[in-house]
């Protein structure tokens, strides 16, 4: 059974930095294409961050764009996303997906979602 389990939250001050971590297990993971997103309370959840299978290409959204790294690591079938310079309307729960392709912008295109890790910036 495939699954995603994301790691790596926890709450930290604004400017600091944090690393998410997503590993996939019951997947052949470099068949898919991974991508980060974020929910804030009372807000719909949005997309943050896109990479292809080889993670010579990466998407970001322009609220993280020049803050945000993606990475992966297809020997350990694993994610990152690397926070930097974090600010308060960074704190959501971050989850991360696999998907075959299409625009990174659906989400209906990711067919395997993780429960999602809990990032609070504090100020």
């Known amino acids: 059974q495939a699954q995603l389990v994301e790691s790596g939250g926890g709450t930290v001050q604004a400017g600091g930095s944090q690393r998410l971590s997503c590993t996939a297990t019951?997947?052949?993971?470099?068949?898919?294409?991974m991508g980060w997103f974020r929910q804030a309370p009372g807000k719909e959840r949005e997309r943050v961050s896109w990479?292809?299978?080889?993670?010579?290409?990466?998407l970001y959204a322009d609220s993280v764009k020049g803050r945000f790294t993606i990475s992966r690591d297809n020997a350990k079938d694993t994610m990152y996303l690397q926070m930097n310079s974090l600010k308060p309307e960074d704190t959501a729960m971050y989850y991360c997906?696999?998907?075959?392709?299409?625009?990174?912008?659906?989400?209906?295109?990711?067919?395997?979602w993780g429960q999602g890790t809990q990032v609070t910036v504090s100020s």
């Open positions: 997906a696999a998907g075959y392709g299409g625009s990174w912008k659906s989400e209906s295109n990711y067919k395997y």
């Open positions: 019951g997947l052949s993971f470099d068949d898919y294409v």
């Open positions: 990479i292809s299978r080889s993670g010579q290409t990466t």
